[in-house]
């Protein structure tokens, strides 16, 4: 079993649509979490940190459920340049530090 | 632009060949982390160095090494290349250790090993 593990999609959603991700992890002691954007043939940027008590940026809310170990990443009203794949990334401890395989998002006109 | 550079951007190598790839930190950036992406797959970490020293390591075999320097670069070493070796080697730098800190990534070196 991977250590963190996100549905690869694609999803391909309409242009102000709701689209939300998960991404579960396995192990219990990982220390913190975030979403990561990367487009095509680019590296990946920092979207948002993920706290438990959850974090909202503008259009992006992001939740981290310890007791069932996932996060989640909802976006709404979505843009055509959201159209990327999105990295949930785990710091398993301070100098281990886990990237999902990605799920890629397909926003159409 | 993050202010992490990485070279080559392109590389081609045979099997068994030798390889040294190149990142320059941002300036301050004390930890640097070496990743390897494959096609349609996300970063794998292969190690992390703070303050010139290793301290972390994914599931990479030891033909993987690298340095950091004083003055905020570092290196990739691959030894004995394979095939599968052939992939998206991105570094990425942070100002200190620990586990909130925001990663800065380079461009990356597409590496094909024939």
């Known amino acids: 079993r991977k250590e963190v593990e996100q549905d690869p999609g694609p999803f391909n959603v309409p242009e102000g649509a709701t689209v939300a991700f998960n991404c579960t992890y396995s192990?219990?002691?990982?220390?913190?979490f975030f979403w990561y954007r990367q487009d095509c043939r680019k590296e990946p940027k920092l979207l948002m940190s993920?706290?438990?008590s959850g974090n909202e940026d503008g259009r992006f809310t992001a939740q981290l459920n310890r007791a069932s170990q996932y996060i989640s990443l909802l976006i709404r009203d979505s843009k055509l340049s959201d159209s990327a794949t999105y990295l949930c990334?785990?710091?398993?401890?301070?100098?281990?530090?886990?990237f999902g395989s990605g799920t890629r998002l397909s926003i159409r006109p | 632009e993050t202010g992490v550079t990485q070279s080559p951007t392109h590389l081609i190598k045979t099997r068994g060949q030798q390889v040294t790839l190149r990142c320059s930190s941002q300036?301050?950036?004390?930890?640097v982390s070496w990743y390897q992406q494959a096609l349609g797959q996300g970063p794998q970490f292969i190690f992390q160095?703070?303050?010139?020293?290793?301290?972390g390591r994914g599931n990479f075999p030891p033909r993987f090494s690298g340095l950091q320097f004083p003055n905020y670069s570092s290196e990739l070493n691959v030894n004995a290349l394979e095939l599968d070796d052939s992939a998206l080697y991105l570094c990425?730098?942070?100002?200190?250790?620990?586990?909130?800190?925001?990663?800065?990534f380079g461009s990356g070196t597409q590496l094909s090993v024939l």
């Open positions: 990334v785990v710091y398993s401890s301070a100098s281990k530090i886990i």
């Open positions: 300036s301050g950036h004390n930890t």
């Open positions: 192990n219990s002691a990982s220390q913190s």
């Open positions: 990425a730098s942070s100002p200190d250790r620990g586990s909130n800190e925001k990663l800065f």
């Open positions: 993920v706290y438990s």
């Open positions: 160095y703070y303050r010139e020293e290793e301290n």
